[in-house]
């Protein structure tokens, strides 16, 4: 297998893991009364992973990190301040094309999601952090 064939196949199984954790992460954050409006909304600015309605009145922007294990950083500490101010500048855009600055506060929420040993098995544990950055 060459390196270009290696690259992709990693980078696939990269994405295919992102896509399912990002759809556990909704799915709880739906169950807790959000409603879905994008899914990895992208522009020029930046990527935002969910965006999700909470009320009548709130647009949350929501960033979700997965890791296998804690060994460099837990997945809330992996949000870094120049990843925030990439959303941040996504989310201002998204709120000016879509009109909503004037109908709707905007809030920036993280779903951490990282595997604990119990027993013989890993299972995920999931912390949604409101209000985590501003």
Sequence with gaps: MGILQWWRSVRSRRLSTGDFWEYQAEQYLIQHGLKTLY?????????IDLVMRSGKEVIVFVE??????????????????????????????LMTQKKWHNRYHARFDVVAIQLEQ????????IDWIEHAFY
């Design 39 to 47: 899914r990895n909304y992208r522009c020029p600015a930046g990527e």
């Design 64 to 93: 979700v990190r997965y890791r296998k294990h804690a060994q460099w950083a837990n997945a809330l500490e992996s949000v870094s301040v120049v990843k925030q101010k990439r959303i941040i500048k996504a989310a201002k855009q």
């Design 118 to 125: 119990e027993g013989d098995q890993k299972s995920p544990h």
